[in-house]
Structures are given as C-alpha cells and as structure tokens.
C-alpha cells in the first residue's frame, strides 16, 4: 500500500512521497491508532488535532448512520434540515448571546474564509465599503484558502503566488511584551481604523500553544468596540474543550463578534465548521437585503450527516465533562513536563488545557524528538523548533504518564547528542 501510496497520493503540505516514517493507519480505539503492520501508536496529536473525542466512539458514528440512513443531506441555500437547525440552536447555547447565528461551512479554512467575507460584506451593507482592511497576529494559522492563509501568509519562496488584497499582519505572542503588542495593535487602528473590517486571533494560538492573555483579549475588544472594527476568533482548534473551557475566549470573560469553529466540532467523525455571528451582524445583513445580502456558500454547507456528528459530539463533551478533564489532564502533562526546563536545548514549556508545546533550540533536534517518540509509540507534532502536545481530550491520566516519561526520555537524549 505504501508503494501505491507512493505511486498515486498526493498528501496535504507535502511535496514528498510517502517514506519509511509516514504512519499507515488502519484502525484506533481511545486514544491508540493501530498502522498496517499491526503497530499500535499513542496518538498524543489527536490525528491533526480533530480526533478530540479519541477513535472508535460508536454513539458518533450510530448518530451518523441514522441520520444517512433517513436523510444524508438537503441543500440548506433553499431548505433547511432537522440536525442543522439543532446544531445552530445547540451552538447559540454554548456561546451564550449575543452569538446567536450560525452559519456552517466544511472546514476551519471555510469558515475562516466566510468569516473574513462576512466582516467586509457586514460594513459594506451598511455604507462602509472602504472598510476592508482585515489584521491578524504573527505566529497564527488560520488555515490554508486564499483569504485564510492571507492571515497567516505561509513564508516559502512562491507564497506571493496566493497573495490576497487586504491583509495585515502584526507582531504576534511570540513578543515577550503583550502591552507593546496591544500599542501596535492600536497605533494600526488609529491610523488604518476607518478602512478595517476585523481583527482576527486566536485565543490560544495553536501552531506553537502560544497563550493571549485575558487582559490582552479584553483590551483587544475595547480597542476594537472603539474603532468599530468586528473582533473574530478562530477556535477551529481549540474550540469545544482543547484548552479546558468549552471555548478558549470563556477563560477571561470577553467575548467576539464572529467564532469560528470546526475541527472538535465534529471530532473528526465527519468534516463541519461553524462560523457563529451576533444578531447585530446578522441583522445588517438582513436590514439590507436589497444589496443582495451575503452571497457565499458551498453545496456542503452545513451537512445533515455532520450536523448529527456534531449533536452527538457536544453530547458526550457535556455528559463526560470533557473540558473539565483537559483542564486536569493538561495541568498533569505541564506539570510532568516541568524536568525537561533544566536541559540546555529546552527553550520553554508552555500551553493550556492540553494544548502544550516544548520549544527547543532547533527545528533538527526537535526533529529528533519525534521520531525517538514515534519509534517508542507515542505520535506528536513537530512545528518548527517546537513539539506540540494535542491529545484527545478523553486521555486518562496513565497515558498522560506515558507521554511525560516517553518525551522527558526522548528530550534527555537529544539533548545529549
Ligand atoms: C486556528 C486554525 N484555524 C484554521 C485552521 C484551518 O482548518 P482546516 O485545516 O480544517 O481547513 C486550522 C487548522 O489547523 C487552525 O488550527
């Protein structure tokens, strides 16, 4: 299989072929995947992050089954199906007014993408169309579309070839000093105000596990209530549960105008992204119908299959109190981890909930780390100089474990070579 693999699959971000290293995966149960030659994995990533719910969760996939078995889909741009309109009612539950309206795409791309459109379309309608300007922080990502990856512009050397007209990139978390941040936040603002539809960030940026504080997202929002500038959050990963609250905007009181979620959504059962506005977006739209409102939309959109994923996802999240056990699972792993800020190659451990990062003093001996992980059962990611932590938001505390002595052995050796 590898070899057709190698033969005929072109794999997302990659421009090599399959090699020796890549993980063939045939089935999981919890936690564990299981690849083609019957080697079992702890996956310490959640697959990219999505699998939040772990493998094998059967009410998922009867929820699933029943709902194709009725009615797999209905296209929402005329009709409207049972499982989206309780998905939406379930969302406007969650967040809490003002968020109140959601609108489904199939990806955190999409939804970022609708998101952005959204922005610019609501000050259009309303007599702004100069107000285009759309301002992300540096060290995000928001996903891999024209307009999504415009806020976090991938640096290769043909990243101009997807440029988008429009886009603002700032100093990201990775700046020590988060009131400097803000100030050039706000200095962009004060000169770019009038001609900016949104700020868009992540609570918890996920690339790195790199945390905004509270006070800096609250000041965030007042700079952005002042402006009239619409405040987005991308949650596509750390959404439902990941950093320990149902979303990461709950742990300091602020809220966005726009959230948009996806991966934990569905859990990786099936493919769904929210994109959750206030009334008072929705309604400019609505006041306006006659400047032929907000024309956008995909024949997925909303997906009665995956709406009924997501019901069945939120179900167990709130019966198991699942963000509740990544708040402790994810103190546990930061706590474990704590050893590992003696070695000399150890540039900083960081995260909340279990979303955690290890940063090293290079992307080759983070490198090495994965792979010695990898060759001792436990899958992680690698970004750059960092390894990320993301696992299923269902780990027991003994995996945990696992992980910690796993990775604080793998560090230790690289550290040494
Ligand atoms: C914060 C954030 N936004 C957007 C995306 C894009 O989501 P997708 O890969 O589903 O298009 C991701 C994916 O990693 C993400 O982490």
């Not at 004060?190 to 006070?215: K, S």
């Amino acid at each position: 299989m590898l070899a057709l693999d190698a033969e005929h699959l072109w794999h997302p971000w990659s421009p090599t072929r399959v090699n020796p290293d890549t993980v063939l995966a045939v089935s999981g149960e919890g936690c564990r995947v299981t690849d083609a030659d019957g080697r079992d994995f702890l996956d310490a990533k959640s697959s990219g992050f999505n699998a939040t719910l772990g493998y094998g969760r059967t009410e998922i996939v009867e929820a699933v089954t029943d709902q194709l078995s009725r009615l797999m889909t209905y296209d929402l741009g005329e009709g409207s199906t049972l499982p989206a309109v309780a998905l939406a009612r379930r969302m406007a539950d969650l967040t809490g007014p003002p968020l109140t309206r959601t609108y489904f795409c199939n990806s955190g791309s999409e939804g970022v993408e609708a998101a952005v459109r959204i922005s610019r379309f609501y000050h259009a309608v309303r007599g702004f169309p100069g107000r285009f300007g759309i301002v992300s922080l540096h060290g995000g990502y928001h996903g891999s579309t024209m307009g999504a990856s415009a806020c976090a512009p991938a640096p290769t050397p043909i990243s101009s070839l997807v440029t988008a007209p429009g886009f603002t990139v700032l100093s990201g978390p990775e700046r020590p000093d988060h009131r400097s941040l803000l100030a050039e936040v706000e200095r962009h603002l004060t000169e770019h105000g009038d001609q900016t539809a949104a700020v868009i960030v992540e609570p918890v940026q996920a690339r790195f596990a790199r945390v905004l504080p509270d006070t800096f997202l609250r000041e965030l929002r007042d700079l952005c209530d002042r402006r009239g500038v619409l405040l987005i959050f991308d949650e596509v990963t750390t959404g439902f549960g990941r950093t320990g609250r149902m979303f990461a905007w709950q742990h300091g009181g602020t809220r966005p105008d726009i959230l948009i979620t996806g991966k934990g959504l569905t859990a990786g059962y099936m493919s769904l992204s929210a994109v959750t506005t206030t009334g008072e977006v929705f309604d400019a739209f609505d006041r306006n119908k006659s400047q032929a409102g907000f024309v956008h939309g995909h024949t997925h959109s909303g997906h009665a299959a995956a709406c009924a994923a997501g019901l069945a996802v939120i179900d167990i999240l709130e019966t198991e109190d699942l963000a509740g056990n990544a708040r402790d699972r994810g103190r546990q792993l930061l706590t474990g981890l704590e050893p590992a800020r003696s070695l000399s190659s150890v540039r900083e451990t960081r995260g909340l909930g279990l979303l955690v990062a290890v940063e090293l003093d290079s992307s080759a001996r983070a490198s090495g780390v994965r792979r010695r992980m990898k060759d001792d059962g436990v899958l992680v990611r690698r970004v750059g100089p960092a390894i990320i932590l993301a696992p299923p938001l269902t780990v027991r505390s003994v995996e945990i474990e696992e992980i910690t002595v796993k990775l604080l052995a793998a560090l230790e050796t690289e550290n040494a070579a």
